[in-house]
Nanobody, 116 residues
Framework: QVQLVESGGGLVQAGGSLRLSCAAS????????MRWYRQAPGKEREFVAF????????NYADSVKERFTISRDNVKNTVYLEMNSLKAEDTAMYYC?????????WGQGTQVTVSS
């Protein structure tokens, strides 16, 4: 079955960096586009970043452009989110997302807390 396992979250000071990972299994990772989303307390889940199956195309929410970078390793079946210049408003649970055979799959999330 499809599994997505996020890791790498934690507590960081404003201006700091974190690297999130999402290990995928149960589907053909190299054929699937991947996304990161986040959800802050009391808010709806929002799109953060997208990467195409081969990694050649990426796009980002305006709020994270120039600060976050999404990448993937199709040998390790892992997608990453490098987050720099973190702000208090980046505090949220971060989720990995895969669209597999027209079905959406989500990981359990990893918490990112940025202290100001």
């Amino acid at each position: 079955q499809v599994q997505l396992v996020e890791s790498g979250g934690g507590l960081v000071q404003a201006g700091g960096s974190l690297r999130l990972s999402c290990a995928a299994s149960g589907f053909t990772f190299s054929s699937s586009t991947m996304r990161w989303y986040r959800q802050a307390p009391g808010k709806e889940r929002e799109f953060v970043a997208f990467i195409s199956n081969a990694g050649g195309t990426t796009n980002y929410a305006d709020s994270v452009k120039e600060r976050f970078t999404i990448s993937r390793d199709n040998v390790k079946n892992t997608v990453y989110l490098e987050m720099n210049s973190l702000k208090a408003e980046d505090t949220a649970m971060y989720y990995c997302n895969a669209l597999v055979l027209k079905l959406n799959y989500w990981g359990q999330g990893t918490q990112v807390t940025v202290s100001s």
